[in-house]
Structure formats: C-alpha cells, structure tokens
C-alpha cells in the first residue's frame, strides 16, 4: 500500500478497531524521550508497505474479532497485521541465492535483502545510556524502530522518506528476534551502549571539547 493508503485509510480504520492507539501515541510523543508519532507510523509503515491495503483492512477487523490473537503491545501490531496478511516479499526482494552446500545466501548481511533494519529507538538508547535498565523503564519505556538500510534494497524504503535516517552502525543498535522485552536483547543493547562511549581520557576536561 502507499503512504497515502495506509496514513489516510488503514491507520484510521485499525485506530477504529483498537481505540487506545491514539492516547498511546499521544503519551508517548509527551514523555521528555519519547517518539514522535509521524516517527511511529514511518516505521510502522517501513513494516506494512507491501501489504496491500485491502488485506491490511481485513487482518486488522480479523485482529479485532479475536479471529487471531491480538499481540502484547500496540508496537507488535505492524508485524502481527503482515504476518496475518500472508504477504511474501518476493516481488520486492530478489531472489534467494544458495551457495553449493544449499545454504541461502544473502547480498546484505545487514538486512538480509529485507531492505529495512531493525533497531533500538534513539529515545530509548539515549535514556538507558543516562540511567540503565531500571525497572520502571523496562515497565514503561522501551521502544524500537526500522530504519532503511544503506544497500540497494534500502533504497526503496529510503526514497519514500527523504527525510528520515538510514542505518548507521555507529549510531544505532540492532534488535534481534527477541525484541525490546528479552532481556538478552537489553543485555547486548547495554554492552553495546557501553563500547560506543567516546573515549575520554583520565585529565578530561569540558574545556578540551572545542579541539574535538
């Protein structure tokens, strides 16, 4: 579906089904680290962008139905609409390539040709970097996103938001299958917060930032 598909009618239709997500977002773009909302729909639209909107429509009215199980979280929503969708990425995607022993190979190691990369959401990473996991953020204020990678699969996704950013290694951590709530992920998240720490020497002083 396009932009415009999923921001003017899937988005209000799903919003019609599940009427907490407005005051959701609301909270979250309020809190002093939060996300912005458009933030939230770019990434959640980077996950349903191959979905059409008519299939989107009816595995959202058959989330809200109880027909399939509605996951934990307004943020598992994208992924749970795509995966009731059935959709298949071959169409956006090429072909899988298998080397001699039959093991699938990919062009992207980042993405795996998927075009998008899943990381922790820089509101997050930054919070956790001033106070660690404590449990009241753990309760209520850990959030990932997708950012388009730098191959050519990426650019497709790149294009559709000129303006949002690309994934950096530097600068953003890769979530993997576990999620924000696996607390093996939070674990790599904060060794890896830990490692990209500017080194600072023992004799630093504020006043050495301006020959940085």
Known sequence: MT?????????????????????????????????ATRDILKSWYGVLRDVELREAVRASHRMHSGEIDEPCGFDRHPAAIRNAAGIQREISRPKPIYDADGNQTYACPICFDGGMVHVWHPA????????????????????????????????????????????????????????????????????????????QPANYENAFAEFA
């Not at 999923?6 to 002093?32: D, N, V």
Request: net charge neutral; charged share 30%.
């Open 124 to 199: 997050t990473v930054a919070e956790i970097a001033r106070r660690g996991i404590t449990d009241s953020i753990r309760n209520r204020s850990l959030y990932d996103c997708a950012l388009p990678c730098t191959c050519k699969m990426g650019d497709n996704y790149a294009r559709s938001f000129p303006r949002s950013p690309r994934y950096d290694p530097k600068r953003a951590c890769i979530i993997g299958i576990g999620g924000v709530s696996d607390r093996d992920e939070q674990t790599r998240l904060l060794e890896w917060i830990e490692t990209h720490k500017p080194f």
């Open 3 to 35: 932009w415009d598909e999923f921001r003017q009618q899937w988005y209000p239709e799903h919003c019609a089904c599940f009427t907490g997500i407005p005051a959701w977002m609301a909270k979250l773009e309020k809190s002093p680290d939060g996300p």
